[in-house]
């Protein structure tokens, strides 16, 4: 299945919205992934032209950081805590379940686009742990069935 069109129209906007300094980089560049879901590789020509850089430096930045993409993730991107306070309270088998029931591994992508699915150091919510993210909403004290229960909303959002 092909990604989702993205509408590059919206990139002129984020880019006025930015295009004061080289400083603005990372800032853009973070509306850009919010807006699109990842930094398509056909906006970093025109981000570089606006900020007076190279396109193999804004390439140099989206590359360092890894919160950026330039691959599509999912409408839902699961992040799971592997830090040392989620594995000490089983954050191995909420992973190991999140997998089967995504039928992912992590980095990838389900086909439809729906799901992806990546681990983190520290959500910086130890005191939840196990902790995981869908998007922005944070969920602790997972427990196998809770994790079900939470991927399951999700699903159900997707069928209505
Ligand atoms: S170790 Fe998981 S939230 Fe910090």
Partial sequence: ???????LTKLDAI?????IGKW???????DVQETFGYVPPETIEPIAEALNLFPAQVQGVITFYSGFSLKPKGK???????????HVKGSRSILRLMKHELGLEEGETSPDYQFTLETVACLGACFLAPTMMINRDYFGKLSPT??????????KKESE
């Fill in 15 to 19: 880019i006025d919205r930015h295009k």
């Fill in 76 to 86: 839902y991107v699961c992040r799971v805590c592997r830090g040392t306070a989620c």
């Fill in 24 to 30: 603005e980089l990372i800032p853009l560049l973070q």
């Fill in 146 to 155: 809770k994790m079900t229960s939470v991927l399951g909303e999700y699903r």
């Fill in 1 to 7: 299945m092909q990604p989702p069109e993205i509408d």
